[in-house]
């Protein structure tokens, strides 16, 4: 007997969660998202859906029947680096239940339903955000992507077997439901919702070089010290985020040598900018580097940029975006933009017509031990799913 | 047969080397310091002196006759993370080559002659520089430093048994000789330099705290991120000591999670100050501290400062200083302060009248792969260090 949603959730809960902070530590092809993993095909199995996978560690659990092109829904069970719970895992829980839901109804649908776990979706181990979905659709090759290098020097190609995917051949939509990452819905006083956009995003590195040499004896004149052209980046970098109305964080950082006693050698460190537009997130990189240059410059030391992904806006189908809204039972459910990326935007890019429904976050804190959905916002996105699933595969 | 100076050298080259930088990882207790430790001991019975241990590491090599209280010599083997060959090695070589010259002078000391290597002078691993000389002064007591970690949780109860050191108990004078990190013998043209005094010098933890939040869809108004605070205080603290004459360096940051995608919930930077006295000191990371705390009130952040060390000014011996200084042939050495701590300020500190010896370093690096002195030098160094052992020991 398949179980309920809240049977399921509680099932993950433990999975890769770290006691000191409560946040979750789910990096792909390590043993809890492995588990995470395993845990999906039983609940398949359970549900008789048949389970189909790719060379890169991607799953779909197909409940077939109907003729072609499918409905596929689901979302990813990796997380950030002490991440929250709902980030990828309400989609796909939700997506299970919604087939639950959708046969307790009696409902027999004219095309075949999946629900798809794209791996490595946050790009926390690679390096590269949506990398399941990216090898899935061939927007990354997979020549490329076997040589990403993980912190600790492991490749890609080291891990997954790789080669192709058939896995979307025969997808006509899809649908991913995900827990909200700003307050867009608290605002709007609605449980769920449905996107209109994804912000343009990129990650770039920064690697400063200067000098190593002896925190006490090196005469602050004689110095070229990459820590300070960093620090003066990253605060340019939020000001000029602030004054534009876009998003910059420096949030990761590795300094060589990381003594306390030594000016470090180098200090590598990565920008995440999204922005309204493209032209906006070409500007306020261009702004950033410039003003890293600048100041190198002053500190004798020397500023690279290298952008490590950039993933241009993406604008989901607007005639499903608007059925979706629309064509249910009560009001319509607000449409708004996402400044996160998703798996939804990779397949939206390639050409497969794709929704995507938030489900209300209280806080609106995301990827953070402290993201939170009511269990209550849960069920009415269980329901907005099934319902949307079973008006795409009349 | 004991090796000469330039054999001892070439032994030693090549232990915890790294290939990619060419700079040293001995931290204590690992494997290259634990080899390093070993020829040491070699070394020391090669030239039939008396190994003595203490109970925290330490070892002194005796080279016993005459009536106490003894000479001792010596530095340290361990190195900052990636740093030089000489800073620390360059006093022990030199001290065992000083040996042999006194020897092959014919001299017969009448007190009791002591090579001495401290553990943990850096303070890479357990955090607090001069650990096996504040252990043997009892400067540090074992109750507290037991409980120390090292960035792997590892404590250092387990790494050493401890307990009592009676190492230094008929030392009289202790003499130090350690490659130059600065440039004013360069400035002045000796090769060899005396200490005057040391710089008083602390380790500062500063602890900033925020909120974890998703770096694409958290309004840069509605985020608590440590790094911006962080990032004002490297800056400020550049400054502050720039204005003063002094120095400041965050050379050391650990970030958490450390996610591309994620505003930091907490860093961690380590703020090494030094000053010309005290009370400069005091004033340096007083204003650091209410910077600071000033930014981190405009952040919505929280900073909490913790001295994880300080040592204050130490003046070494002046009698001494003046006489090895000039009580040889040739012109008198020049007396200079130094900004680096060393074991001979714990030594000084402790009551024990201390001395010590520069070696010219052409380009002043150090604590960096860079860190050279010319061979010609170093014999300079060894010569002068036998004069003063010779003339201290009559």
């Given at each position: 007997?398949?179980?309920d949603?809240?049977r399921?959730?509680?099932?993950?809960?433990?999975?890769?969660r770290?006691?000191?902070?409560?946040?979750?530590?789910?990096?792909?092809?390590?043993?809890p998202?492995?588990e995470?993993?395993?845990w999906?095909v039983?609940?398949?199995?359970?549900?008789?859906?048949?389970?189909e996978?790719d060379a890169f560690?991607?799953?779909?659990?197909w409940?077939?029947?109907?003729a072609?092109?499918?409905?596929?829904?689901?979302?990813?069970?990796?997380?950030?680096?002490d991440?929250?719970?709902?980030?990828?895992?309400?989609?796909?829980?939700?997506?299970?239940?919604a087939i639950?839901?959708?046969?307790s109804?009696?409902?027999?649908?004219?095309?075949p339903?999946?629900?798809?776990?794209?791996?490595?979706?946050?790009?926390?181990?690679?390096?590269?955000?949506?990398?399941g979905s990216?090898?899935?659709t061939?927007a990354?090759?997979?020549?490329t992507?076997?040589?990403?290098?993980d912190?600790?020097?492991?490749?890609?190609?080291d891990?997954v077997?790789?080669?192709?995917?058939?896995?979307?051949?025969?997808?006509g939509?899809?649908?991913?439901l995900?827990?909200?990452?700003g307050?867009?819905?608290?605002?709007?006083?609605?449980?769920?919702?449905v996107?209109?956009?994804?912000?343009p995003?990129?990650r770039y590195r920064?690697?400063?070089?200067g000098s190593?040499?002896?925190?006490?004896?090196?005469?602050m004149?004689?110095r070229q010290?990459?820590?300070?052209?960093?620090?003066?980046?990253?605060?340019?970098?939020?000001?000029?985020?602030?004054?534009?109305?876009?998003?910059?964080?420096?949030?990761?950082?590795?300094?060589?040598?990381?003594?306390?006693?030594?000016?470090?050698?180098?200090v590598?460190?990565?920008?995440?900018?999204?922005?309204s537009?493209?032209?906006?997130?070409?500007?306020?990189?261009?702004v950033?580097?410039?003003?890293?240059?600048?100041?190198a410059?002053?500190?004798g030391?020397?500023?690279?940029v290298?952008?490590?992904?950039?993933?241009?806006?993406v604008?989901?189908?607007?005639?499903?975006?608007?059925?979706?809204?629309?064509?249910?039972?009560?009001?319509?459910?607000?449409?708004?933009?996402?400044?996160?990326?998703?798996d939804?935007?990779?397949?939206?890019?390639?050409?497969?017509?794709?929704a995507m429904?938030?489900?209300r976050?209280?806080?609106?804190?995301?990827?953070?031990?402290?993201?939170?959905?009511?269990?209550?916002?849960?069920?009415?996105?269980?329901?907005?799913?099934?319902?949307?699933?079973?008006?795409?595969?009349?």
């Amino acid at each position: 007997m398949p179980d309920d949603f809240e049977r399921m959730w509680g099932d993950l809960a433990p999975v890769g969660r770290a006691v000191s902070s409560g946040g979750y530590f789910r990096q792909p092809f390590t043993t809890p998202e492995r588990e995470l993993a395993a845990w999906f095909v039983e609940q398949c199995e359970a549900r008789r859906l048949r389970v189909e996978t790719d060379a890169f560690g991607n799953v779909v659990g197909w409940w077939d029947g109907g003729a072609g092109p499918a409905v596929l829904t689901g979302s990813h069970l990796d997380s950030v680096l002490d991440g929250g719970a709902y980030d990828g895992p309400l989609g796909v829980v939700s997506a299970l239940a919604a087939i639950d839901l959708m046969r307790s109804r009696g409902v027999v649908p004219a095309r075949p339903v999946g629900v798809s776990v794209f791996v490595e979706e946050e790009g926390s181990r690679f390096g590269l955000a949506c990398l399941g979905s990216r090898l899935a659709t061939g927007a990354t090759s997979w020549e490329t992507a076997r040589e990403l290098r993980d912190r600790e020097g492991v490749r890609l190609g080291d891990v997954v077997e790789g080669g192709t995917s058939a896995l979307l051949a025969d997808v006509g939509t899809f649908v991913e439901l995900h827990v909200e990452q700003g307050r867009d819905l608290v605002d709007r006083g609605a449980a769920v919702g449905v996107a209109s956009k994804i912000w343009p995003h990129g990650r770039y590195r920064f690697d400063f070089t200067g000098s190593a040499n002896h925190a006490g004896t090196t005469r602050m004149e004689d110095r070229q010290d990459p820590m300070l052209t960093y620090a003066m980046t990253a605060l340019a970098a939020n000001k000029q985020a602030r004054l534009a109305g876009q998003r910059a964080t420096f949030g990761r950082i590795e300094v060589e040598p990381n003594g306390t006693n030594a000016v470090p050698s180098k200090v590598t460190a990565w920008l995440d900018a999204r922005c309204s537009s493209d032209d906006a997130l070409v500007g306020l990189v261009e702004v950033v580097s410039r003003q890293a240059a600048e100041r190198a410059e002053r500190d004798g030391t020397a500023v690279e940029v290298t952008a490590e992904s950039v993933s241009g806006s993406v604008a989901f189908d607007p005639d499903l975006a608007a059925r979706v809204a629309a064509d249910h039972e009560g009001p319509d459910w607000p449409v708004i933009p996402t400044q996160a990326g998703h798996d939804a935007g990779i397949l939206s890019a390639a050409g497969i017509p794709t929704a995507m429904l938030f489900v209300r976050n209280p806080t609106g804190v995301s990827h953070s031990p402290a993201e939170h959905a009511e269990v209550a916002d849960c069920l009415v996105g269980v329901s907005a799913l099934a319902d949307t699933l079973e008006r795409l595969t009349r």
